[in-house]
């Protein structure tokens, strides 16, 4: 929350500099409603646009959807568990499993016929935050997973091959989520049920060089779509283009140096001051949130 409320700030004043005014009014908006964890319900409600259409590049909170769809799960994901633990303790993964299929069909059927609606909304994104739930009940379980030590090695590697793929192949015109979905999730399961230490993809995912871009990858996805757009409307409006930007390589080049230059800057300054008691007191976090609201 404090590198999003961060972000929120910084996006206001840089909405006069570089925004036209009915676009400073939409992206007010927007910022608003994610401070509520509803930027994906205004996206898909008021907006209406597909998250694709070349129109969107101007929208700088754009890609704040995914928090409001993740905060929503978070939201209401205890409570769930709460009532299926006080009333059928013993079927838990069953329910989560079920809720699991019910999710994945809604948004296949969606992918179809209600393809934005189908993009932004909980009911048919649930399944692939469930999916890590399944994982996670299956952790405290009983269940064994190593009793065939050749899938430690195997599976990582199938898991990696699926999440390449879809980086290589998915694009915008991909139905997503979708049935087609399940290749990217079902190799992030995979990885993270079967890596093991020693074994070639958790060493891989545990370099130095990795584990230092996870750690800057939040701060990276909230600064990068921002400046990306912010730039298109600056090149929008220098080149009288109302429809598409293309920036040049350089350009993007520049844009991707300067993202990773500022996350580093808000992830040591921002974030993990943020996650030490000792320098970050109660009044202090509750003050930064009423000044952002």
């Known amino acids: 929350l404090p590198i999003l409320f961060f972000i929120i700030l910084i996006s206001i004043p840089l909405s006069f500099i570089f925004l036209l005014p009915k676009q400073i009014e939409e992206n007010s908006i927007s910022a608003l409603a994610t401070l509520f964890f509803g930027s994906n319900i205004w996206f898909w409600l008021v907006d209406g646009y597909s998250y694709w259409s070349p129109i969107n590049e101007f929208k700088p909170l754009l890609h704040t959807w995914s928090l409001a769809v993740e905060e929503q799960f978070y939201i209401f994901y205890p409570i769930l568990l709460i009532i299926i633990f006080k009333k059928f303790n013993k079927h838990v993964f069953s329910i989560l499993f079920i809720i699991f299929l019910i999710s994945l069909q809604i948004a296949e059927f969606g992918s179809n016929n209600y393809v934005v609606a189908n993009f932004y909304l909980l009911p048919s994104r649930g399944w692939e935050l469930i999916s890590g739930a399944l ?87 909230l600064w990068h779509y921002l400046l990306f757009s912010y730039a298109n409307s600056y090149f929008q409006r220098m080149e009288s283009i109302w429809t598409e930007v293309n920036l040049s390589y350089y350009i993007k080049l520049l844009l991707i140096i300067i993202s990773v230059l500022l996350s580093i800057i808000t992830y040591n300054y921002i974030e993990k001051p943020f996650r030490s008691k000792k320098k970050i007191s109660t009044k202090l976090f509750i003050n930064i949130i009423l000044i952002s609201f």
Request: aromatic fraction near 14%; charge should be positive.
């Open 135 to 221: 994982l996670a009940k299956l952790q405290y379980s009983s269940f064994n997973k190593n009793k065939i030590s050749s899938l430690n090695y195997l599976m990582p590697l199938l898991g990696l091959f699926l999440i390449i793929n879809s980086m290589i192949f998915f694009d915008g015109s991909t139905k997503h989520p979708s049935m087609v979905t399940t290749i990217p999730i079902i190799g992030t399961m995979l990885i993270i049920w079967y890596s093991k230490k020693g074994e070639l993809v958790y060493e891989l995912l545990s370099s130095k060089f990795l584990v230092s871009v996870g750690k800057i990858s939040y701060s990276l996805y």
